[in-house]
């Protein structure tokens, strides 16, 4: 946690003080105009409520008015003001405040302050209503048949999506705040009897040494400081806005991650092969998923390799067979083959980029611009032969047809650096791409799991269910890979 040690400053007993404190540290009234008091008189003491303007549920805030103004019909006991008053807060969360550091770090959550003269503490009250979207299917992991909800942007949302599907006394939420200036909440959930408790710890401790101000970037902030990614461009842990998937990831033994702010959490350990798979294949009869699963996989194969093996077929035709002879340009471009296909692959980008930034209504127009006036016109003028195009849009399409943004983003990385080897050093230079390639995959580690398992290193029971879809009643372990305390589903 980055919160810096220092002096916490007490509560006062003369309450003016107090509303001193908040105007000179928070702005309150005067260069904060979100941030108001409350002033009423309660058995003949002043109490303040401190409350922030869009994070308060002003309906609750109201109610709790009404009680505590009654107070002053109902009772005598002038002495007992403050337990009287903790007696009347009709609220399920109300906790104690011992200094104003913590009162102010309350306050700027959403909770509600309230403090007593002659008190040397004061309380809180949970009543946030934080602005954002009602929980709907995620636009990147929809399915055929499925359920439809998605995380949010809300924590606490989010928390209970994952709690409706894990009624579990075992699973555990744990809160804490990050970032010296944003406070942000996070939030670490795990299956106790299940996760192991190393990995919890390890965990638990990245997220505590997190030194920055403010997490703005959210969950993608938190990846980079956890796992010290550097420069490779391949994901180390997974994102999912679909609270089944991640339910299923807590029984395995996973650790979840979520960040206050945005829709997505974060899986963690995660290998290459998790970022393969989707939650279609489990919607869908063993066979069929196996079926959809393979597809996927032949998708990702292309995105990497067919551009590369084709480029290097057309440098060196002697190593095509005979039946595959038609394979390569009919005619030359004006410009180099390879040059062709760097541009054709940027196109590509160029086209996601603009979609992304295009409004909706827009967005259909500019995709027929782009496949019929500019790509047709680019072969007629001969800025490309027709067979660059066709590969390039094959290659691109089994990026869009891997389930993870960012693999698919890095696998777009490896085959360019694939078609550089084979421009400068043809046949070696492929074999030798490929298998640095490999190299280099079986050497990342993601919180001491390796990139590749059950590949490398091989374990037999868990590649099978990585190639083959199983039947649910079939699968009885857990992943070995999470070392769960439990290996038995069932």
């Not at 104690?96 to 302050?113: F, M, Q, R, T, Y």
């Not at 083959?337 to 209504?361: N, S, W």
Request: hydrophobic share 45%; proline share 6%.
């Amino acid at each position: 946690m980055t919160t810096k040690t220092k002096n916490m400053t007490p509560i006062s007993t003369t309450i003016e003080k107090n509303e001193k404190f908040f105007k000179e540290h928070i702005g309150m009234g005067t260069e904060s105009f979100d941030i108001g008091v409350r002033k009423i008189k309660i058995l003949r003491k002043n109490v303040h409520i401190y409350y922030l303007n869009g994070l308060c549920d002003t309906a609750f805030i109201i109610q709790l008015l009404k009680e505590l103004v009654n107070i002053n019909d109902n009772e005598q006991m002038l002495t007992q003001a403050k337990s009287v008053i903790d007696n009347r807060l009709v609220h399920q969360q109300v906790q104690p405040i011992k200094n104003l550091d913590e009162a102010v770090d309350n306050l700027l959550s959403g909770l509600i302050l309230i403090l007593i003269e002659g008190e040397d503490s004061g309380l809180a009250v949970d009543v946030r209503s934080y602005p954002g979207r009602d929980p709907q299917e995620p636009d990147t992991e929809k399915v055929i048949r499925g359920a439809r909800d998605g995380y949010t942007e809300n924590i606490i949302v989010n928390c209970a999506l994952t709690r409706r599907r894990i009624r579990d006394e075992r699973l555990r939420h744990e809160i804490l705040k990050v970032g010296e200036r944003s406070k942000t909440d996070i939030c670490i959930s795990y299956v106790k009897d299940v996760a192991n408790p190393k990995l919890v710890e390890k965990v638990r401790k990245e997220l505590q040494n997190i030194k920055i101000d403010g997490l703005t970037m959210a969950d993608k902030t938190v990846e980079e400081f956890i796992v010290k990614q550097g420069f490779n461009p391949y994901p180390l842990v997974r994102y999912t806005e679909r609270p089944d998937v991640a339910a299923n990831h807590l029984l395995e033994g996973h650790v979840i991650i979520m960040v206050d702010t945005s829709p997505s959490v974060i899986i963690t350990p995660t290998t290459m092969f998790h970022h393969v798979q989707h939650a279609e294949e489990y919607r869908q009869a063993p066979l069929v998923g196996t079926y959809l699963r393979w597809i996927r996989f032949l998708g990702i194969i292309a995105s990497i390799y067919l551009l590369p093996l084709w480029f290097l077929f057309v440098l060196e035709p002697q190593l095509l067979p005979n039946n595959l002879d038609f394979i390569g340009p009919t005619k030359e471009g004006n410009i180099p083959l390879v040059l062709q296909l760097f541009l054709a692959d940027f196109g590509i980008e160029f086209l996601r980029m603009a979609a992304i930034h295009t409004p909706t209504p827009l967005s259909t127009a500019m995709g027929l611009i782009a496949a019929a006036l500019i790509g047709q016109i680019a072969i007629d003028v001969g800025l490309f032969v027709p067979e660059v195009i066709l590969y390039v849009a094959v290659a691109a399409i089994g990026s869009f047809a891997t389930p993870s943004y960012e693999l698919s983003i890095a696998n777009k990385i490896a085959r360019l650096a694939l078609l550089i080897c084979v421009a400068v050093f043809r046949t070696p230079g492929f074999i030798i791409g490929a298998t640095v390639y490999f190299l280099l995959l079986a050497s990342i580690r993601s919180l001491n799991t390796p990139y590749l398992w059950p590949f490398v290193p091989f374990n037999p029971r868990a590649f099978w269910q990585i190639i083959v879809r199983s039947a649910v009643p079939g699968e009885k372990l857990r992943p070995d890979i999470v070392h769960p305390q439990n290996p038995h589903k069932q």
